[in-house]
């Protein structure tokens, strides 16, 4: 039996515990499954990507038993409403709901989703929200279901995750002097310094024509020259940020198509 005084603790805390839970609970949050793999016996941890949460991990428990409502439920590049508690690094999955209105991917399409969600997953810290690249990531599924020119896509896409990161590309300026670049001249783009006019004797960075600086920053991507340098570059830039980590999807692609 509890005794009075006991009872008189709970009594008066019931409020504090339940306002500490409620603080500890996440309802109906907007996100995406950007990877999953078994976690015990019938569960999973997914590493989604929130609206307002930004990147976090959650356990699903009981989500690979057979009569799970989650099964099949919490797959890539599908809109859903989380709902989580718990804190820390490891959250608890309490509801998901499939908000639909996007397009299943396929072919070479699912593979440059499979590459933006490694992406997120190696440049984005946990717990640190990005909302304006949650909605362009969203768009940008729209885009690759819906439009041929994935690579163009890749490229919009690379160039704001940099921006969100605070790494944004200057396209339309020489670094020091502020110049505006001109599309008949050639340049080098250096690490950490931007575009620099190409004198023929300094190989720092990666040489451009002015005119793909100015389609980039345009999101123009339709002439072969501009997209062919725009893939160096941002695959110079995004190698730099990822430290060295290899991204295995990038591999995959290239066996695909020429991205």
């Known amino acids: 039996m509890m005794s009075a005084c006991c009872a008189a603790w709970v009594t008066n805390n019931r409020g504090l515990l339940m306002t500490a839970s409620s603080r500890n609970k996440q309802q109906d949050e907007l996100a995406f499954v950007l990877h999953s793999y078994p976690f015990r016996e019938t569960s999973l941890i997914i590493d989604a990507f929130s609206r307002s949460h930004g990147r976090l991990a959650i356990v699903a428990r009981g989500a690979r038993r057979p009569k799970s409502g989650l099964r099949g439920l919490l797959m890539n590049f599908q809109p859903l409403l989380l709902s989580w508690f718990?804190?820390?690094?490891?959250?608890?999955l309490h509801s998901a709901e499939w908000q639909g209105g996007q397009p299943y991917l396929q072919g070479t399409a699912l593979?440059?989703?499979?590459?933006?969600n490694e992406l997120l997953l190696n440049l984005l810290a946990q717990d640190d929200p990005h909302e304006q690249l949650f909605d362009y990531y969203r768009a940008t599924l729209y885009r690759l279901a819906h439009e041929t020119d994935h690579a163009g896509t890749l490229r919009c896409f690379e160039k704001h995750l940099l921006q969100e990161l605070g790494y944004a590309l200057v396209l339309d300026r020489e670094a020091g002097s502020g110049k505006?670049?001109?599309?008949?001249?050639c340049y080098r783009y250096a690490m950490e310094r931007?575009?620099?006019p190409d004198d023929g004797d300094d190989q720092t960075g990666i040489q451009?024509?002015?005119?793909?600086?100015l389609d980039m920053s345009a999101d123009d991507?339709?002439?072969?020259?501009?997209?062919?340098?725009?893939k160096q570059l941002m695959r110079m830039l995004l190698n730099h940020h990822l430290g060295g980590k290899v991204l295995h999807t990038r591999e995959l692609i290239k066996d695909l198509q020429k991205l």
């Open 86 to 92: 718990g804190k820390g690094e490891l959250r608890t």
């Open 111 to 116: 593979m440059c989703g499979f590459y933006l």
């Open 180 to 185: 505006a670049i001109q599309a008949e001249l």
């Open 194 to 196: 931007g575009a620099l």
């Open 208 to 213: 451009l024509l002015g005119k793909t600086m």
């Open 221 to 230: 991507y339709t002439d072969p020259v501009t997209a062919q340098q725009s």
